[in-house]
């Protein structure tokens, strides 16, 4: 990691939309859980595959799944970088509206958003993850938890804090290290707004 890093993320990116990051998101105690044993044949027959959706947006994701009035949507886009000729993952965003519970505003009629940031082992946990969005501070993420996978960071998105996401065109993710090295994790806004349109366009429950 050390070595990986050492001078920043520059080159690499790559996108993809693990839906994973928005059920950690919903269910803080999935993130904490080991994979469950794989399904014997009879079981995984049993149990169909659920049904995904997918669009892209440039360099982020928009995805859902599950079926018609209770899906799981997220927008999503992961950071790669190579090592040994093999792409490492150095930080995969995701953005959800899970569902609102008692106490919870929706905005002007638009689902809540959460930000959940999913980095490597090894990171301050004290620093927490701060974002920049073409250069000027725009969220900070506080260290959740971290298991086998990775560590977790996440924020509620308040409406300002969104609409700097949405109008930036680059962005990046300052991380320090155990070693008391600042890390910083380049990754792209373009295709956002369109993808975060599209989440909020999805009625407030």
Known sequence: MKKLLKSGVKRGIRVIAP??????????SFAQSPAPAAQ???Q??????????SQK???WYYRCTGSEG?????????AQVAKDGKPVNVLTLAISAPPTGPGDKADKGKPRLVL????????FLPSGLA??????????LAYRNCNETGCWAQLALDAKTAAALKKGASAEGLVRL???????????????KPALDELQSIPAK
């Open 19 to 28: 839906v994973l990051v928005s059920i950690a998101c919903v269910n803080p």
């Open 40 to 42: 014997e044949p009879e």
């Open 44 to 53: 995984a027959q049993a149990q169909p595959a659920p049904a995904i959706k």
């Open 57 to 59: 947006f440039d360099d």
């Open 70 to 78: 209770t899906e799981a949507c997220e927008v999503a886009q992961v």
């Open 116 to 123: 959940t940031a999913l980095l490597p082992l090894n990171v």
């Open 131 to 140: 974002i920049k969005a073409d250069g000027k501070p725009v969220a900070k």
């Open 178 to 192: 155990m070693n008391g090295q600042d890390v910083n994790i380049r990754f792209s806004l373009k295709g956002l």
